[in-house]
């Protein structure tokens, strides 16, 4: 095993050096630098999982930033847990001024699950924006106060929270509030999956092999979700569109 991930490990850094020679060299030095006690087998999957992540970036480009109004990551993260975005972008629309804290703290859960209604399952959605909006004016309703926090106090505490999960919790730590942590959802899976990736899909195990593989920054884990869920979106569907992905060259599930 170990043999044939260093085989595909040097044809593709040699395919790599012929294309663009100043920039690997760049890439593996910090790369080596930066990983210089890891494992053989960590260096195979940090250049796998990085090289994913240049070839969507430079398919897709730069995705934007969710928000910058943290209440409204929080709110579409809870809104987004079994429907469609675009359900939740009509419903944060329909909040219009009103998506602030002070509303959802004080509008009558009748009136809220009716805002909601189009994201389905409204009313476990509108007790759980009650109850994570509570936490968030436990630190003031501050950006700033939430991020003088560790990432594990916060999500721990965002964990605790009835209606929130691990993929919830970690969106909000990431988009909302700017921690380092790497968000998995069905897409992730789906495409770790397909590009035969060596890892178990248990929440916790996938999260870790990204996070390791990868560089610890915020705006990396942010982008890389990003990326993920755009070309699930437009190729790697559930019955996937294989023509066009700019993953195809390294998946070996759209031969089969
Ligand atoms: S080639 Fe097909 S199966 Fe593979 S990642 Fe792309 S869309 Fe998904």
């Not at 930066?34 to 053989?40: A, I, N, V």
């Not at 972008?89 to 509008?107: C, E, H, I, R, S």
């Not at 942590?181 to 178990?200: G, N, W």
Request: proline share 4%; charged share 20%; with cysteine.
């Amino acid at each position: 095993m170990a043999g044939s991930k260093m085989t595909f490990y040097a044809v593709k850094l040699i395919l790599r050096l012929r294309r663009n020679p100043i920039s690997v060299m760049i890439d593996y030095t910090s790369s080596y630098r930066m990983e210089f006690h890891s494992s053989e087998e960590d260096q195979y999957n940090m250049i796998k999982v990085k090289e994913i992540y240049d070839i969507l970036l430079a398919h897709y480009g730069k995705p934007p930033w969710w928000s910058k109004n943290p209440f409204e990551v929080m709110v579409g993260a809870v809104l987004v847990q079994n429907t469609a975005w675009s359900n939740v972008q009509k419903v944060v629309a329909d909040f219009g001024d009103n998506l602030t804290p002070d509303f959802v703290a004080n509008v009558t859960p009748g009136e809220l699950e009716d805002l909601i209604r189009p994201c389905g399952f409204y009313l476990g959605k509108a007790a759980c924006l009650k109850r994570v909006t509570k936490w968030y004016q436990g630190y003031g309703g501050c950006q700033q106060r939430v991020m003088a926090g560790t990432l594990e106090q916060i999500r721990e505490e965002l964990l605790a929270i009835k209606g929130i999960g691990k993929e919830t919790a970690d969106v909000i730590c990431l988009y909302a509030f700017y921690f380092p942590t790497f968000v998995i959802d069905a897409y992730t899976k789906r495409l770790a999956e397909r590009l035969e990736l060596p890892v178990t899909l248990q929440y916790e195990a996938m999260k870790q092999f990204f996070e390791t593989s990868l560089e610890t920054d915020t705006d990396l884990f942010g982008s890389y979700h990003w990326l993920i869920l755009t070309n699930a979106i437009r190729h790697c569907k559930k019955k996937p569109q294989c023509g066009g992905c700019p993953l195809a060259a390294e998946c070996h599930y759209q031969q089969n």
